[in-house]
């Protein structure tokens, strides 16, 4: 499945030839960080590579840095964005186009500061959440990554237009945005709580898709993990009472993470290469832990469907779409079919008050995907050219009024703007 193109993974290795120094910030909590990175899988405790191993699974190394037909690590994968081209780089020790010549403390330097040797990073490059990461853990990314086999791929160069390649810029991004830590969109004070948010805010850097930025990119400090569109499919709302809202609870997270299937759904979109890449690999205590973090120590109660009033002519112009077009997997009342479709009902995108990522998914599609274990989905074909604006949106209606919980509310124009 192709990639979806977000503002993170678009800046996510570019440099600049500047320097910076570690910015001051008023979140410092770095007592309580790093007893939270001591935490650590006891596994791969006395084995540094095996942490190593773990911590770059954690961390989502290889979205970006290995291409879909490349050798692991080795960059080259292409990003398309409203800046220009840029493209993935080469973290193998390859001495040449790799970091074979860089030292432990230049890549600490690069997670904590964003600063590369000879370059500095962007700042929607993670390094605004990787700046948490223990020195600890660092050491052993750095100590897996140089266990790699090199691989002799050239970066490219990212193709920019004016004025983004005015990289000095990103001094004074980093003297006005660049924080110590990050706000928490849940609270708690348990060390299973504390243990998530490590591994959420600083490893998994769920901060970088699913809280909206500012004018200048900038996370907005004050809607924390309220969500964010950054690509084509938006990431939600995932604080405790946006997935309360939608119906999530901390076990069905946990199962969601460790397989990409809850009864809310499959992964799509940014997440299934998350799963797919990254969060099967954890433990079972730190998806525990990552659950714990998203809810809250007092996790708010999942909410219930409400039923929802609609103009019973749309709804029946919407089920006599659905019936064409989705029942055949989906079932005919929504119920699904094992390996082929999810359930419609409760789904976790039926849910969301906005339908952009439901609205898309029928213009598009989705790809067929392979879940940890046996399981996997069919390929959902696209109906942009198979069924009109109006005919989409009395669908979205549809399933929304239905099995969502929400209004049906979805206009042509609504449908026509995304396609």
Same mark, same amino acid.
């Given at each position: 499945?192709?990639?979806?193109?977000?503002?993170?993974?678009?800046?996510?290795?570019?440099?600049?030839?500047?320097?910076?120094?570690?910015?001051? !910030?008023?979140?410092?909590?770095?007592?309580?960080?790093?007893?939270?990175?001591?935490?650590?899988?006891?596994?791969?405790?006395?084995?540094?590579?095996?942490?190593?191993?773990?911590?770059?699974?954690?961390?989502? %190394?290889?979205?970006?840095?290995?291409?879909?037909? !490349?050798?692991?690590?080795?960059? !080259?994968?292409?990003?398309?964005?409203?800046?220009?081209?840029?493209? !993935?780089t080469n973290i193998t020790p390859d001495k040449d186009h790799g970091i074979g010549n860089w030292s432990a403390d230049d890549l600490y330097k690069a997670l904590h500061d964003g600063v590369a040797p000879g370059k500095q990073l962007y700042p929607a490059m993670p390094y605004t959440s990787y700046r948490r990461l223990s020195r600890a853990d660092s050491d052993a990314i750095y100590a897996y990554l140089m266990a790699q086999k090199p691989a002799a791929v050239a970066n490219h160069e990212p193709e920019l237009s004016f004025p983004f390649t005015l990289r000095f810029g990103v001094r004074f991004w980093n003297w006005m945005f660049l924080e110590?830590?990050?706000?928490?969109?849940?609270?708690?004070q348990t060390a299973q709580w504390n243990r998530g948010r490590y591994l959420a805010s600083a490893l998994g850097h769920c901060?970088?898709?699913?809280?909206?930025?500012?004018?200048?990119?900038?996370?907005?400090?004050?809607?924390?993990?309220?969500?964010?569109?950054?690509?084509?499919?938006?990431?939600?709302?995932?604080?405790?009472?946006?997935?309360?809202?939608?119906?999530w609870t901390a076990a069905d997270l946990q199962t969601f993470f460790a397989t990409g299937i809850a009864p809310q759904g499959s992964a799509f979109g940014e997440m299934y290469p998350v799963v797919h890449l990254s969060s099967q690999y954890l433990t079972h205590e730190d998806l525990r832990a990552i659950s714990t973090?998203?809810?809250?120590?007092?996790?708010?109660?999942?909410?219930?469907?409400?039923?929802?009033?609609?103009?019973?002519? $749309?709804?029946?112009?919407?089920?006599?779409?659905?019936?064409?077009? %989705?029942?055949? %997997?989906?079932?005919?009342?929504?119920?699904?079919?094992?390996?082929?479709?999810v359930p419609m009902h409760g789904n976790s995108t039926l849910r969301q008050s906005d339908a952009h990522n439901l609205i898309v998914a029928m213009l598009d599609g989705i790809g067929a995907q392979d879940f940890p274990g046996l399981e996997r989905m069919q390929e959902m074909p696209g109906f942009a050219?198979?069924?009109?604006?109006?005919?989409?949106?009395?669908?979205?209606?549809?399933?929304?009024?239905?099995?969502?919980? $929400?209004?049906?509310?979805?206009?042509?124009?609504?449908?026509?703007?995304?396609?």
């Open positions: 499945m192709r990639r979806p193109i977000t503002l993170r993974r678009t800046l996510l290795l570019l440099g600049t030839v500047l320097t910076l120094s570690a910015c001051g !910030g008023k979140h410092d909590d770095s007592a309580a960080l790093a007893a939270a990175a001591a935490l650590g899988p006891q596994a791969t405790a006395a084995d540094p590579l095996a942490r190593g191993r773990y911590l770059v699974k954690a961390a989502d %190394c290889a979205a970006c840095h290995t291409a879909a037909d !490349g050798a692991p690590f080795a960059g !080259g994968v292409k990003l398309a964005s409203p800046f220009g081209t840029f493209y !993935g110590d830590a990050l706000p928490d969109a849940s609270t708690g901060t970088e898709c699913h809280t909206p930025r500012g004018t200048f990119g900038q996370l907005d400090g004050a809607k924390p993990l309220t969500g964010a569109a950054l690509g084509r499919i938006a990431a939600p709302d995932i604080t405790p009472h946006g997935l309360a809202a939608r119906g973090y998203l809810l809250g120590d007092q996790a708010p109660a999942p909410q219930p469907l409400q039923p929802v009033s609609a103009d019973a002519a $749309q709804l029946e112009a919407g089920r006599n779409v659905y019936l064409g077009v %989705c029942a055949g %997997c989906h079932g005919l009342n929504g119920e699904g079919k094992p390996h082929v479709a050219t198979q069924l009109s604006d109006m005919e989409l949106a009395q669908l979205a209606n549809y399933l929304r009024a239905t099995w969502g919980g $929400q209004p049906a509310d979805v206009t042509a124009d609504a449908v026509k703007a995304l396609r």
